[in-house]
């Protein structure tokens, strides 16, 4: 800018100092032709216009140009301006300001840490210690961030234990000072809506436009249409559409899609087509998820050619469909005995997949189909279609996740094929993989369906390795079959393994290893156990502590034991010793006469350990 006003001041320095082109003229035959030579030059039109080339063709422009630019520094300061004086005083706070959720660079580090803790305790299914975990995390030093209470939440929705849901975001949003971001909104939202309770998901939505420092998402509309829908409130769902796209908010297909299916099952065809039309109107590519819709409902009115017609419009528009898209219409043509068509898509979203650029399938898109070849008893088939690749140029092999090959361990293991998941789950781990709850838990079950309880106690002793949390209802049954099969030694092994980890096991876990282990008479192993239930806090229950008592009297060690069980012990107990494992190789010397089943366990699983109540 300093280099144009140069410019500039020189030009029209120059244009006063030169005389007219009149006078000039005039004084032209009175001057010596020497002297016109250089004034002819200076005259030139293409010297004046090289001259002028950095400059404006009028005063006018210059200064709309100056006002331009002033105007563009007062929206776009320099970045001088924008430098804090690092000896000035930090400015104080806004109390008026609204305070903004997390964000995701405060997952980091112990905050982190607690959010991975979580997240396995959920993928084990052991919901109840995961919410323990955050929910205590709040009273710590190491707060849990909004995503991980979303965490929490939202599993809590997918085992429709709805009212623990409300209650967790009342507890963290509410009463510990949690901010919560839209997704937090979204899952009470949806929850309130699945519970029939649409009145209270639009209070919500109220509250979010009154007060939240966001604004609702498509999401939001997508779960308030849908409980709309559900209760049969359709027109107001209509009117909720009208005013998301009155707020500015893009055509979302999927709230055009839950009032297309709620005009459908109303018989209403005309209002969908017409609903329809507007979302191909408001977007070019709209989401395949509407034109299955439109299939699943004229399959069920027994008319098959529109159904395809509606499915070969789609196809026409040759748009890149998203795995999700995909499984929902494979999972339509499949319903409806067309597997023509669902093996033609499979193969033309295989030749699509061109990571990173386009990821066009999923590992669920592999288990719908293995899922269909179980379904047929094609299990070889199955196998080549978990591996089957596109041909088309460019296309490449889907990488399997964990998931995809949980599903077909799980279909082998419901067919009482063992060998053949084994060799999957052997493979899932070469591929550097780590194997989940699933695959282990459906192992462990084969083998003891089959009676094969070494390979059972290897796989059980292989999942505690490998960190993984095993929720009371599987390790009560399973604990239970090694006792009845004269395992007492190799579950109490086990179950000290899980003991030294976070969260510790149940008390009814405890309780079952503990009778059995009596009922062989290996009390010294039982009184160790007893030491670590005493020394984690986990606790005794009322019929727990009768049987130990009877049990160690018959022995004549009820002092011994009535030591170990009392509360004012508790330093004895924590510098536990435990006893010298067996040095035989083969089966322990206290077995039960052939014959015999072991101790009964408690009655039912849900006995609440101590330390886990709230």
Not at 76 to 101: I, M, Q, T
Request: charged fraction near 25%; glycine fraction near 6%; hydrophobic fraction near 40%.
């Amino acid at each position: 800018m300093t280099l144009c006003r140069l410019i500039l001041r020189f030009l029209r320095r120059s244009s006063y100092s030169r005389p007219p082109i009149t006078a000039t003229i005039a004084a032209a035959t009175t001057s010596s032709a020497q002297l016109l030579t250089p004034l002819s030059q200076s005259l030139n039109p293409t010297s004046v216009l090289s001259i002028r080339s950095l400059a404006y063709s009028s005063a006018e422009e210059a200064a709309a140009e100056r006002r331009r630019r002033k105007r563009r520094l007062r929206i776009e300061p320099p970045l001088y301006a924008l430098r804090r004086d690092p000896n000035a005083p930090r400015p104080p706070p806004d109390p008026n300001a609204p305070r903004l959720p997390d964000s995701t660079s405060s997952l980091v580090g112990p905050r982190l840490n607690l959010h991975n803790r979580v997240q396995s305790l959920i993928r084990a299914g052991d919901l109840d210690n995961a919410s323990a975990v955050a929910r205590q995390a709040v009273f710590s030093n190491t707060r849990p961030t909004v995503f991980t209470c979303n965490a929490i939440m939202a599993s809590m929705f997918r085992s429709k234990r709805y009212d623990e849901a409300v209650a967790l975001f009342h507890f963290f949003f509410n009463q510990s000072n949690i901010i919560p971001n839209i997704v937090s909104y979204n899952v009470l939202i949806n929850t309130h809506c699945d519970c029939g309770r649409v009145d209270v998901g639009l209070d919500v939505y109220k509250h979010i436009l009154a007060n939240a420092p966001f604004s609702p998402s498509a999401v939001t509309y997508r779960h308030l249409t849908k409980g709309l829908v559900d209760a049969g409130r359709i027109g107001e769902a209509v009117d909720l559409l009208r005013e998301m796209l009155n707020k500015g908010h893009g055509a979302d297909s999927l709230v055009f899609n839950n009032l297309i299916k709620g005009f459908l099952d109303l018989e209403n065809l005309d209002k969908a087509n017409e609903l329809f039309d507007e979302l191909k109107e408001r977007c070019l590519v709209y989401d395949g998820v509407v034109s299955a819709t439109f299939m699943d409902w004229f399959f069920g009115k027994g008319r098959a050619k529109e159904a395809m017609e509606s499915y070969k419009s789609l196809l026409d528009r040759q748009f890149k469909m998203t795995p999700a898209t995909c499984n929902v219409l494979l999972e339509v043509l499949l319903k409806h005995d067309r597997k023509k068509e669902a093996w033609a898509l499979f193969d033309s979203v295989l030749d699509n997949h061109t990571p990173p650029n386009f990821q066009a399938v999923n590992s669920d898109t592999f288990s719908i189909m293995v899922n269909e070849c179980f379904k047929l008893g094609k299990f070889s088939e199955a196998i080549d279609t978990f591996r089957k690749v596109g041909t088309k140029m460019g296309s490449k092999p889907f990488a399997m996740d964990v998931a995809g090959y949980n599903n077909i361990i799980v279909r082998f293991c419901e067919h009482g094929m063992i060998s053949d998941a084994e060799k999957f789950f052997a493979e899932l781990r070469s591929k550097s993989l780590s194997p989940d709850v699933t695959g282990f838990r459906m192992l462990i079950d084969g083998y003891l369906k089959e009676q094969r309880i070494d390979d059972a106690v290897q796989m059980f002793n292989q999942m505690v390795d490998a960190n993984l949390r095993v929720i009371p209802i599987y390790a009560n049954r399973w604990f239970g079959e090694l006792i009845h099969n004269n395992k007492e030694i190799e579950a109490s092994q086990i179950l000290t393994k899980m003991g030294g980890r976070d969260p510790k096991p149940d008390a009814a876990t405890y309780e079952i290893v503990i009778k059995g282990l009596c009922g062989v008479g290996a009390f010294d192993v039982a009184r160790d156990i007893i030491a670590q239930v005493m020394s984690y806090g986990v606790g005794v229950t009322p019929t727990l502590r009768q049987f130990l008592q009877e049990a160690f009297d018959n022995k004549g060690r009820r002092e011994e034991i009535e030591r170990l069980l009392d509360p004012r012990m508790q330093g004895f107990a924590r510098h536990w010793q435990p006893s010298p494992p067996p040095q035989h190789s083969g089966p322990p010397a206290f077995l039960r006469p052939a014959g015999t089943a072991g101790p009964p366990g408690p009655e039912g699983s849900s006995v609440a350990a101590g330390h886990l109540a709230t």
